[in-house]
């Protein structure tokens, strides 16, 4: 399986140059096939010819995060709390340390790079290093606090020019970061990113489900279905909050409450929805 390189991700959204994206593209290409020693000279004649260039950073980045990791097939418990066969990707500690330090060293001069922050964010956070990783999303968004327009993306093209969305790509980035969390075994650090994302996008219903999720995993129904409440009184016709709301009530004895909810998403134009719902309905009326 070809490994996934971090400062490439959101290609879908950006229409890159292929001629100025030149190096960039010898750097993936090398390290797909494997090719460690040729991209280790590549980089180091590019940083003789422009040695604070932030995109030779994360060509370092990605060398160091990528040339020990190993990609294993395992079976065991899923962050999801599911138990089954997975496929996961072990980095090195000193490499990874490594990597994340060009990345900082990048940061320092190019403050406004949002490609470079969620490189960090994400290796991090793919490493299971969930502290760590939730204190780089807050160090985001205390930058993303001071400047809300004015970003930076791969090669330094600016969101401004291309008409992107800042808000919408930092929405879409963070919802992607919270699935990344273990929700059951590091509560604090998942915890501590959920409050300041939420801080932030406070009325956001996908990041109060994530919240609602962090109570749920403890069993703490009765904090889930609060978190769920204001969300359903935002979007009450988003069928996973309602599902949930239904869900946590039933989980936690409340059957009457849990079927008038689940009779409210079986309602909704959505053959999943329906679905989901009937097979909720039959197991309450039968409590």
């Not at 593209?25 to 991209?39: H, M, S």
């Not at 889930?224 to 204001?230: A, D, F, N």
């Amino acid at each position: 399986m070809k490994k996934r390189f971090l400062f490439i991700s959101l290609l879908a959204l950006i229409a890159f140059n292929i001629q100025a994206f030149d190096k960039q593209n010898q750097v993936v290409e090398g390290l797909q096939k494997g090719r460690y020693e040729a991209v280790k000279v590549l980089l180091e004649e590019w940083e003789k010819e422009s040695p604070s260039d932030p995109d030779l950073m994360t060509g370092w980045f990605n060398y160091y995060l990528f040339r020990n990791a190993e990609e294993k097939n395992i079976v065991g418990y899923m962050k999801n709390g599911q138990y089954g066969s997975y496929s996961k990707t072990f980095y090195n500690d000193t490499d990874l340390k490594k990597a994340i330090s060009y990345l900082d060293k990048a940061l320092k001069k190019n403050p406004n790079r949002m490609d470079i922050y969620f490189g960090k964010i994400n290796a991090l956070l793919n490493a299971e290093k969930y502290s760590e990783g939730a204190n780089a999303i807050l160090e985001f968004l205390k930058v993303y606090d001071k400047n809300k327009t004015d970003w930076y993306w791969t090669n330094n093209q600016k969101f401004s020019t291309n008409r992107w969305n800042v808000e919408e790509v930092v929405v879409s980035a963070l919802h992607d970061y919270c699935t990344l969390f273990d929700y059951y075994t590091d509560r604090n650090s998942a915890k501590k990113a959920l409050d300041g994302i939420l801080k932030r996008f406070p009325k956001n219903v996908i990041f109060m489900n994530y919240l609602s999720y962090y109570y749920s995993s403890a069993k703490e129904y009765d904090k889930s279905i609060e978190v769920l409440l204001s969300a359903y009184k935002i979007a009450p016709d988003d069928y996973v909050i309602i599902g949930n709301l239904a869900s946590d009530y039933e989980k936690s004895g409340k059957y009457r409450e849990a079927e008038k909810y689940y009779t409210i998403m079986y309602q909704l134009d959505s053959d999943e929805a329906k679905q989901y719902a009937a097979s909720g309905l039959e197991r309450v009326r039968n409590k």
